[in-house]
């Protein structure tokens, strides 16, 4: 791929409202150096500066930029009292120091509104020119962006006013921003983009929302949005521009990338986007890999797989799957006849999927596997030996337990299982083996190797663990905790303070995601890449 066929056409638009126009000016230059190439002035949210400060800060800046200006409707998510007419006004008042206007489609079916824009239009900047190179990557230099917004769920007239924008003769943006239910209207965003007639915004909010906003460009969007930081996010699930840079792979998108995720509930405090981006882009991969929250039951993971069977186009090619989906991976590969590896049979749950337009789906298990290779690497740097490890006491039920536990038992190492719900460890055990325990009985169990196979500890509830405060931690133990963020959970703190040996999640992490990469790939990664990759990450969040 050549790179004019991997550079994308879509503006990092980026909102900007201030108490002073100096204030307002520092937010447009941080914007732009940040990556920005489309400002968005929103009026509704900086009634303190007058309009001639608004010029004011505005001014000198190169001609590639682009202003949108945008005075909200309360209705669809603005600040503010205004009628439509006196919001138009001021919107009429600095068209001709902007490129673009953003005004609703409820605002533009007002007659008096609708005439004050029209006049408008005729105004808006025509000092501001782009040399042809620059026109034909950037799109559409200045006009009407007709915009919904719908904070409550997906208007049903959603179609109709998408077509109703696309045979608007004034309209040269359609943007339409809703509230999802699930990850996967994502995909409806992605469609109506594609489909588009005119060149087209479409993103859905909040955190189900934001695949929206980072696969845009793949898609052909026109801009997507981000703030300059936290403090200035415009609308819910708004990430930064920096996130979406660094942590998303938004310079690499081309129309071709290839998509990958996590899927869980939650997943927000997933590192895996971070950790495979970072790899893609060391690797010189043409991939990008994001978060799909998905509700708990099967029936969310099923609607899920169906939805991308059904719509290659979209280029997922495969998920990262965590807890509660692993044994919900396993049962929709059963029911699809898909191709699941044996040891991800054996275990009773799929961690890695891999999707292909023509042989379906592919099921695998690379906990088992990476959680063996942290162990065995953490003891030999130790100067230890795995095989002198001869008790365990697992806690926990789920997939990454039932990994554990398999490749435990696989070793010749004796194991017991702990879990709140007594029912998933004996069954756990009667399907991989070991033994289970109550789990009010769990500190009675003799063990030299201790595994957290539970989410207890993890963000944001970072001071729990499941081992009891009044309870001593054994100092001659190794504990073994899956969870990984935060890096040293509260059960290694206890554990390191004993003096017992501890290995933290972010090692089995590391191991499970190289094998994945060769998973999808067909080759491993090179040597280091991911260890390399997992510094970084370290290094951003602390």
């Known amino acids: ?86 919001r138009v006004e001021r919107i009429a008042l600095l068209a001709d120091a902007v490129d ?85 209207a994502c995909f409806e965003a992605f469609e109506l983009l594609r489909g588009s007639a005119k060149p087209m915004i479409a993103l859905c909010l909040g955190e189900l929302g934001q695949l929206s906003r980072l696969w845009a460009p793949r898609f052909g969007a026109f801009a997507s949005f981000f703030a300059l930081d936290a403090q200035h996010a415009s609308a819910p699930g708004q990430l930064t521009i920096t996130a979406a840079r660094d942590g998303y792979r938004w310079d690499a998108f081309s129309s071709e990338t290839n998509l990958f995720g996590v899927i869980g509930h939650p997943v927000s405090h997933s590192l895996s986007p971070k950790l495979h981006n970072s790899v893609f882009t060391a690797e010189s991969i043409d991939a990008a890999y994001g978060r799909f929250d998905v509700a708990p039951s099967y029936e969310a993971f099923k609607a899920l797989m169906v939805d991308i069977e059904a719509q290659p186009w979209l280029g997922v090619r495969g998920f990262s799957v965590t807890a509660p989906h692993k044994e919900h991976a396993l049962r929709y590969l059963k029911e699809v006849s898909g191709d699941i590896d044996p040891l991800a049979a054996r275990i009773g749950a799929v961690n890695t999927l891999r999707f292909d337009v023509e042989k379906g789906w592919r099921g695998t298990n690379t906990d088992a596997p990476g959680a063996w290779q942290a162990l065995s690497s953490a003891l030999s740097d130790k100067g230890c030996d795995v095989t002198e490890l001869n008790r365990a006491l697992v806690l926990g039920a789920g997939g990454a337990a039932r990994a554990i536990v398999s490749v435990l038992i696989a070793n010749n190492i004796d194991v017991t299982v702990a879990n709140r719900d007594e029912l998933r460890a004996q069954s756990l055990v009667d399907a991989v083996g070991g033994r289970a325990c109550p789990w009010d009985r769990r500190t009675e169990q003799p063990f030299d190797l201790l595994v957290n196979g539970t989410p207890v500890g993890q963000v944001p509830d970072e001071e729990a663990c499941p081992w009891p405060a009044d309870v001593p931690m054994k100092k001659d133990a190794v504990v073994f905790d899956t969870v990984y963020r935060p890096h040293e959970t509260k059960l290694l703190q206890r554990a390191e303070g004993a003096g017992a040996l501890v290995i933290p999640g972010l090692s089995m992490l590391v191991a499970q995601a190289e094998l994945q990469f060769a998973e999808w790939w067909g080759r491993a990664p090179a040597t280091g890449v991911y260890d390399r990759a997992a510094a970084q990450v370290l290094a951003s969040i602390d």
């Open 1 to 86: 791929m050549t790179d004019q066929t991997r550079r994308h056409t879509t503006h990092i638009a980026t909102p900007v409202f201030a108490e002073s126009v100096e204030t307002l000016r520092a937010m447009i230059i941080d914007a732009i150096d940040a990556g920005a190439t489309l400002i968005e002035l929103r009026l509704d949210l900086m009634w303190e500066i007058d309009d001639e400060d608004v010029r004011l800060a505005i001014e000198n800046f190169p001609a590639h930029m682009r202003f949108i200006l945008t005075c909200r409707s309360a209705a669809e998510g603005g600040a503010g009292t205004l009628s439509d007419r006196e």
């Open 100 to 184: 673009f206007l953003d005004v609703e489609l409820a605002t533009w079916r007002v007659p008096d509104a609708r005439s004050v824009i029209k006049a408008a239009l005729a105004r808006l900047s025509s000092t501001r020119t782009t040399q042809p190179s620059e026109a034909s990557v950037l799109g559409p230099q200045s006009g009407l962006i007709l915009s919904m917004h719908d904070f409550k769920g997906r208007p049903k007239s959603l179609l109709s006013d998408v077509l109703a924008c696309a045979e608007e003769p004034a309209c040269t943006i359609i943007k339409v921003v809703w509230q999802p239910t699930s990850v996967r």
